[in-house]
């Protein structure tokens, strides 16, 4: 099975794919070039003699939709003070949607649109939107919809977006903050806290995969960020991300020039590069490119799987035959065909890494 192509392109964000300027180069090995991945197929090759001495996880044979195991399911408590609202995609009484405040009180008020089917999985998505700078969580209804329909809950966030010199690292403790609110009321929500998953698509992408590699980073630390409570995600699912910490404007987002005297600048362009950083990661990944997007994408997600691979991690990289950027979802926002068939590999590999217990 292969995935259908699919040009669309967005126009807002960094999802116009144009040249933006570069970031301190990640210290990864030279790119070499990709080669695609059936979608049904999970392969972690093994690593070279002289790698770390973590083995990778054997490869896995995802079995096709027909026979995929059902995730458990699980009855959610009420939340108190909760109001529920039917879902148009499903049964009436199928879906509680609500609408809450996932940051720390004292911090910027950041929301979030939660779906959670009344009977689901125990493990949940937090889904972050594309666009950085005119963005919202309601570009991921096509997504939280899909979810629902298969017995997944999902949070949906907005997010910090690029403003004043020195944006980082809000949007990305932003993220952070999203998996620490979930981890604090997993009980009422009915879900496991050490299974809550971080999906971002382009800019969403690269805040996702600093929650990836930067588990309890004390960096984040603030009041954006929840005291005592960890922000380790259980695995990430990049779709077209650019990994290194590129930037359209980095002396805006990072407070500076990469030659600034400031020493903390430095230490901004230091740490918003996830590829440099791979050994850290918290989980296994999913990495969803298409294959004729900007090379820039394609090279990236095959460097940050690269780096990856080279430590040790779980780590699987899709790229989708003759699809450009954003090919999953529509201008309203509805998945794809390409979409379609990518977020059922999605569903294949979530099984496979969070069975039923």
Known sequence: MVFAACGSESTSGRSERSTPSSTTPATTAPVTTPTTVAPLTVPVPPLPPAGPTTAPPPPITVPPRTSRTTPPTVTAAPLPGSTTKPSNKTKPDAVVRKTVVYTPPGGPKHKGDLVLPRQHADTIIVLAHPDDQAGSRKQMRGWANFYAQNGYPSLAIDYSVTGPPGTYPKPQTDVKAAVQYLRGRAGALG???????????????????????????????????????????????????????????????????????????HERYAQANSIAHAADAAGPALLVQGEADSQEFVESATQFRAALQSAGKDVTLTLVPGAGSTFDQDTSGTLTPAGKQAAQQVLDWLAARFPPS
Request: proline share 11%; aromatic share 14%; hydrophobic share 35%.
């Open 191 to 265: 879900v496991d806290p050490d299974h809550i998953v971080v999906q971002g698509f382009d800019a969403g992408a690269a805040l996702g995969a600093q929650a990836e590699v930067a588990p309890d980073d004390p960096f984040f630390d603030g009041p954006r960020h929840y005291a005592n409570q960890s922000d380790k995600p259980a695995a990430f699912i990049g779709f077209y991300g650019l990994y290194d910490g590129t930037q359209k404007d980095p002396t805006i987002y990072y407070g500076g020039p990469p030659d600034s005297s400031d020493a903390k600048v």
